[in-house]
Each structure stands twice: as C-alpha cells, then as structure tokens.
C-alpha cells in the first residue's frame, strides 16, 4: 500500500513491517519495474507485512540526474512522504533503492539518514550501473559518498561484479546479491508467445531502452549500414525515448545519414501489449550498452525467447553467457558488433538454440526469486539488529 499523509499510526503487527521505498512507473526504468514487481510478487506479502512510500517523479527520464530546481524539489518531497511513513508505521525495515547519478545518490543516502534516525534497520539497493563515477569522488565528495554509505545497515547489489566493487571501496556492512526483475505480466505474457519461423522475410533486430549513446544506439545503426553492405536482409526497430534531450532525434538523424532508409525505425516508447508485440515480432534483440546494472529488458526479451546480442558491462555477465545463451562483445567495438549480428542474422538454428536457453535462465530472475531475496535479507538483518 502507499504512504497516505495525515493517518493515524499503525498498531504494531506480529510479522515484521517493510517499508519499501521506490519510484513507479511511468517513466518505465530499471528501479520503477524492480519496485512495481516486487509489489505485486504473493512472497513479499506472505512474509513481511509491506508499505510502499513512492518515490515517482512527475519527470521525463531524460531529467534524470540533474542538479536543478525541478528535481529538488522532488527530493525535498520525496523525504517529507518517507518523513511521515516512518512515523505512520514505524517499520521494522526500510529498503531505499541508490541512484548512481550524483544527484539522486545525494537524494538517497539522505532519506537513508532519515530512516537511520528511527529504530529500523537500513538497507540500501544499488540499482544503477553508473555508481562507480560515484566511488571515484575525491575529496570532501569522498567523505560525503562514505558517510553516505554509513546510514546503512547493509546492501543489496545486483550481481556479484558489485559486490565486488563495493568491497574493494572499503564497505564493511553485509553485502548480498539481489539482481533486478521484470513484471510477472511481462513473463506470463512472454510464455504464450510463439516465435516466428525462421526463413521468409527480413531478419529483424529489436533495440527497446532509453535511445542515446550511452545505450550504443550509434554503434548500432553503424552495424546495420555494415549488415546491408554486406547483403543481409535485415531490419531495425529502436524503442524507446530520448536518454538525454535531443538523442532520440540525433538517432533518427544518423539513419538518415546513414540511408538506412526503412530498415531503420524508431516508433518511439511503447507500454503495454504493444510492447510485447515488439517483442514477439522480432528475430533478435540488441543492446550494446556502453554501462548498465542488469537491465530489466534483457529479462523481458528472454522470457520472449528472444536471443539477445549484448556487452559485457555491469551485471549483465550474470545472466548472458557467451555463445550459451546470447553473444557477448565490448562495448563501442563495431567490428565485433557487427560480427555477431552477422552470425545470427546468417544461421537461424542458433538464433532459436540461443533463445531457447535464455528463455529457460530467465526464470531464475522471476520477481518472486526477487522477493525471496528481499525476505531473506530482511531477516539477516533484524536478526543482527
């Protein structure tokens, strides 16, 4: 449920109380699908009794990260809703999600010193791939990012990269992997779809994210001009929304360009079944991102039995395994990009044997496998405190 301002509080129930702090979507994003899917998963209500305090923005994505007055705005509202969560439930637990963008990891750590204030227990959830530009702050940066950390209790990354990582930092709390999810509807919806025969047609690759460099949208339209020098027949559809203002036009203008002509489309956002339709219409799905956590849609298009052509960054090395269930290359490496998608695009049995195993691997990401998680660290931790 969410926080309602102006309740009264709440008796203390027998089971611990989780208040689960996190944005919804829209915008769709990483953190608002782990956050809506662990809301609806049975496991986290069948152990914990669950509060929501939401932490959506009325924002585009692209304002995500900004030091400007729309966003501190929504930090200082963001910090009265938790404000009067904790004094409404007085929870046992509250999970708070940690942004890599400098901004929003200076929101976060600041409703983690508000939750810190009460008895509950403090855990933080590192969902952004790009927390390591927040690690290499120097100076007084470096002090504020440890003292950060130090309103946790303990933290969940999403894969065993991070942990990594965070122990190298210097970190001492406990340290457990909870990668992200993806809607139950996105898997329920992905087990009746069929995939299209191979042969007949175009080959055709599905990009679905934010459209920006930082998501290899360029490197990708650069292999696609290679693929149809080369003589393949294949197609690209990119959706999605600007990454930053202006990149999903700049995207749409090196296509033209390139004279990609129809091969390359760009119908913009999609929710919904029209999304999935995406999904169970296309040959291949494609995201050559530069930096990531583990990206929800990897998962989707899995569940889809799509076989994925992907890089090597954040935790995404957990779930895609090279030439086992999806191709592997460095991010910003065309040549290679390029290659891959030829080795698809020309042999319709690994594109059905790889999307085959991912379609099997993806169940291990089943938001219910997250909740689980959820739970069992929650109870780690209550039994330390």
């Known amino acids: ?37 662990v809301l609806e998963s049975p496991v986290l209500a069948g152990h914990l009794d669950v509060v929501h305090c939401d932490t959506t923005k009325k924002r585009a994505k692209s304002t995500q990260g900004r030091f400007d007055a729309g966003n501190f705005a929504w930090a200082i509202i963001h910090l ?32 983690g010193w508000l939750a810190h204030r009460t008895r509950a227990r403090v855990i933080g959830h590192q969902h952004a791939g790009d927390i390591p530009r927040v690690l290499e702050r120097q100076g007084v ?26 122990r190298a930092y210097g970190l001492a709390m406990p340290i457990d992997v909870c990668p992200s999810t993806f809607r139950r509807e996105v898997f329920e919806r992905g087990a009746r779809a069929c995939r299209p025969r191979p042969g007949g047609g175009p080959v055709r690759l599905l990009f679905v994210g934010q459209v920006g460099r930082r998501k290899g949208v360029l490197d990708l339209l650069a292999a696609l ?14 959706v999605g929304p600007d990454q930053l203002p202006g990149e999903l036009d700049a995207a749409r203008a090196r296509a033209v360009e390139l004279a990609l002509g129809d091969a390359a489309t760009f119908p913009g956002p999609l929710h919904g079944e029209a999304l999935y339709e995406q999904f169970e219409a296309h040959d291949v799905f494609v995201l ?26 954040g935790a995404i090395g957990d779930l895609v ?19 891959a998608l ?27 496998r997250a909740a689980e998680r959820i739970v069992a660290a929650v109870s780690a931790e209550l039994a330390t405190g």
């Open 1 to 37: 449920m969410n926080d309602t301002a102006g309740a009264a509080p709440v008796a203390k129930a027998a089971r611990p109380t989780l208040l689960l702090v996190g944005p919804l979507p829209p915008p769709v994003g990483g953190v608002e699908t782990f956050t809506q899917a």
């Open 80 to 111: 009265m809703r938790l404000a009067r969560a904790l004094a409404r439930t007085e929870p046992d637990v509250v999970l708070i999600p940690i942004a890599g963008t400098w901004s929003g990891f200076l929101r976060d750590v600041a409703l």
């Open 141 to 166: 940066a470096e002090r504020v990012v440890r003292g950060g950390f130090g309103q946790f209790h303990r933290l969940l990354v999403l894969g065993e990269r991070w942990r990594a990582l965070f």
């Open 225 to 238: 001009r290679r693929l149809r020098d080369q003589g393949c027949d294949v197609t690209l559809t990119v």
């Open 288 to 313: 050559p991102s530069y930096n990531e956590g583990i990206p929800a849609v990897l998962y989707e298009a899995g569940t889809f039995g799509l076989p994925v052509v992907t890089t090597p960054v």
């Open 321 to 339: 395994r090279h030439g086992d269930n999806g191709l592997l290359h460095e991010p910003g490496d065309v040549d290679a990009l390029t290659a």
């Open 342 to 368: 030829v080795q698809l695009v020309t042999d319709p049995a690994l594109r059905v044997r790889l999307g085959i195993r991912l379609r099997e691997d993806v169940r291990a990401f089943h938001p219910d």
